[in-house]
């Protein structure tokens, strides 16, 4: 199989766009759409449904994209077996529009000199097989979610503790607000399609919901642009969206990004690592991590008590 095409099709699910991938890959557009035709063609099943927006994977393609996202750490680890030199410190960040990929940008940019690569893995325990396996050196996660403590081996410090914000629609009724308490949202329906059961997302949302009364639907698929598209519409939906999630909807839809107060809700970053990674570049990471952390600040602020359960050298 052609791990170039395979690495085009990883590029395309997480941009969504085969004009960003392409921008991602250093290459045309032109190119990108002649890998994943090829890859198509030897796979006998389409990957992706072209749509106004973008890209988005087919069945088939959401079904091969944890395996291709593997076939490509097993061909980094076997190139780097045998390779010269410092390998690049591989990181994983969730997701390439998530406030743990700027963060770890500003370490790029900090310590341009090191040789980094970024992964995006699916949940904690996809990333804690990749941590004990080696496949790679450390994590942004929300961790010890209840019931489930980090395995023996595997350290991790509290990072950065990202706000939650109100999203809704022109029309709603607190679409006008400077600022909306957190008990506020008690009878309005918040929209979080793609929750998935069992990660640490979903814990983080749940325990959210039971401490202040909260309804949160996570019903339907979470296609590119349709969670926007309905608030725009609509005079009763809302939804929760991360303070640095960067998100983008045409200017006619007028959406309201709103601070949650009385208590923020705070998601907390967790970085991961295993003890017995010897990778030099580790140290330096976690040093700008603790250099770079906000100061916490005096505003009333709620995070779920089993994120508070993990030690870590800097955490609050």
């Given at each position: 199989?052609?791990?170039?095409?395979?690495?085009?099709?990883?590029a395309?699910?997480?941009?969504?766009?085969?004009?960003?991938?392409?921008?991602?890959?250093?290459?045309?557009?032109?190119?990108v759409?002649?890998?994943?035709?090829?890859?198509?063609?030897?796979?006998?099943?389409r990957?992706?449904?072209?749509?106004?927006?973008?890209?988005?994977?087919?069945?088939?393609?959401?079904?091969?994209?944890?395996?291709?996202?593997?076939?490509?750490?097993?061909?980094?680890?076997?190139?780097?077996?045998?390779?010269?030199?410092?390998?690049?410190?591989?990181?994983?960040?969730?997701?390439?529009?998530?406030?743990?990929?700027?963060?770890?940008?500003?370490?790029h940019?900090?310590?341009?000199?090191?040789?980094?690569?970024?992964?995006?893995?699916?949940d904690?325990?996809?990333?804690?097989?990749?941590?004990?396996?080696?496949?790679?050196?450390?994590?942004?996660?929300?961790?010890?979610?209840?019931?489930?403590?980090?395995?023996?081996?595997?350290?991790?410090?509290?990072?950065?503790?990202?706000?939650?914000?109100?999203?809704?629609?022109?029309?709603?009724?607190?679409?006008?607000?400077?600022?909306?308490?957190?008990?506020?949202?008690?009878?309005?329906?918040?929209?979080?399609?793609?929750?998935?059961?069992?990660?640490?997302?979903?814990?983080?949302y749940?325990?959210?919901?039971?401490?202040?009364?909260?309804?949160?639907?996570?019903?339907g698929?979470?296609?590119?642009?349709?969670?926007?598209d309905?608030?725009?519409?609509?005079?009763?939906?809302?939804?929760?969206?991360?303070?640095?999630?960067?998100?983008?909807?045409?200017?006619?839809?007028?959406?309201?990004?709103?601070?949650?107060v009385?208590?923020?809700?705070?998601?907390?970053?967790?970085?991961?690592?295993?003890?017995?990674?010897?990778?030099?570049?580790?140290?330096?990471?976690?040093?700008?991590?603790?250099?770079?952390?906000?100061?916490?600040?005096?505003?009333?602020?709620?995070?779920?008590?089993?994120?508070?359960?993990?030690?870590?050298?800097?955490?609050p």
């Amino acid at each position: 199989m052609d791990l170039t095409a395979v690495r085009t099709f990883v590029a395309v699910a997480d941009s969504g766009q085969f004009q960003e991938a392409a921008a991602v890959l250093a290459v045309t557009q032109q190119a990108v759409s002649k890998r994943i035709a090829a890859l198509e063609r030897e796979l006998g099943v389409r990957l992706f449904t072209r749509t106004a927006r973008g890209a988005e994977p087919t069945v088939d393609g959401r079904a091969f994209l944890p395996y291709a996202r593997e076939l490509l750490l097993a061909a980094e680890r076997a190139a780097a077996s045998v390779g010269r030199g410092r390998r690049p410190l591989r990181v994983d960040v969730v997701g390439a529009r998530l406030a743990p990929a700027a963060l770890l940008r500003g370490f790029h940019e900090a310590h341009p000199d090191l040789a980094l690569d970024v992964v995006t893995l699916f949940d904690v325990d996809s990333a804690l097989t990749a941590l004990r396996s080696g496949a790679v050196d450390a994590s942004f996660r929300a961790v010890a979610m209840p019931g489930r403590p980090l395995p023996r081996g595997v350290e991790a410090v509290r990072v950065y503790d990202e706000p939650l914000q109100l999203l809704t629609g022109p029309g709603h009724v607190l679409a006008g607000r400077s600022s909306v308490a957190l008990a506020e949202l008690a009878g309005h329906r918040i929209w979080m399609p793609g929750i998935v059961e069992g990660t640490e997302w979903a814990a983080y949302y749940a325990s959210l919901a039971a401490a202040f009364g909260l309804t949160i639907d996570s019903s339907g698929p979470n296609f590119s642009g349709a969670l926007q598209d309905a608030l725009a519409g609509s005079a009763t939906l809302t939804t929760l969206v991360s303070e640095r999630t960067a998100l983008t909807w045409p200017d006619g839809h007028d959406l309201r990004r709103i601070p949650l107060v009385d208590p923020t809700p705070l998601y907390p970053h967790f970085l991961l690592w295993s003890a017995a990674n010897p990778h030099p570049a580790l140290p330096a990471l976690r040093t700008h991590l603790e250099a770079a952390r906000p100061p916490r600040t005096a505003a009333r602020a709620w995070t779920p008590g089993w994120a508070e359960t993990v030690r870590g050298v800097f955490r609050p």
